[in-house]
């Protein structure tokens, strides 16, 4: 079975590969669109391959410069950040901190001689 991603995935695939092809035969062979029409016109084939290119070029710089735009308006709007020193400061007072609260009242203990074995003798 297949879910629903993958049957997305399918269908953007063959519309790409579709489109592709498409593009790729009216680029080269303008001609072939006479299909749709009986009237062989030489002149409109030039303009069909020059939209075939300019209509994607368009489509491609808007994107561009809309994601210049975006990256543009991030940094504009986002403040700056601490600087360096002011965090490592913070870090090293937290860890201080918890430091002192990790650590539990000492008893002073009494340290432990090992005894010594006796020797016997046989």
Not at 11 to 32: D, E, K, M, S
Not at 61 to 83: E, L, R, Y
């Amino acid at each position: 079975m297949v879910s629903k991603d993958q049957s997305i995935g399918g269908i953007i695939f063959l519309l790409c590969a579709v489109i592709a092809v498409l593009y790729i035969v009216t680029l080269f062979y303008p001609q072939w669109l006479s299909v749709f029409g009986s009237s062989i016109d030489t002149s409109w084939m030039s303009q069909t391959q020059f939209w075939i290119i300019a209509v994607p070029v368009f489509i491609a710089f808007v994107a561009i410069m809309g994601i210049g735009a975006w990256i543009g308006w991030t940094m504009a709007t986002t403040p700056p950040p601490k600087p360096i020193e002011e965090i490592t400061t913070e870090i090293e007072e937290k860890t201080t901190v918890v430091e002192e609260e990790a650590k539990p009242a000492e008893e002073p203990k009494e340290e432990k001689k090992p005894e010594k074995k006796k020797k016997t003798e046989v």
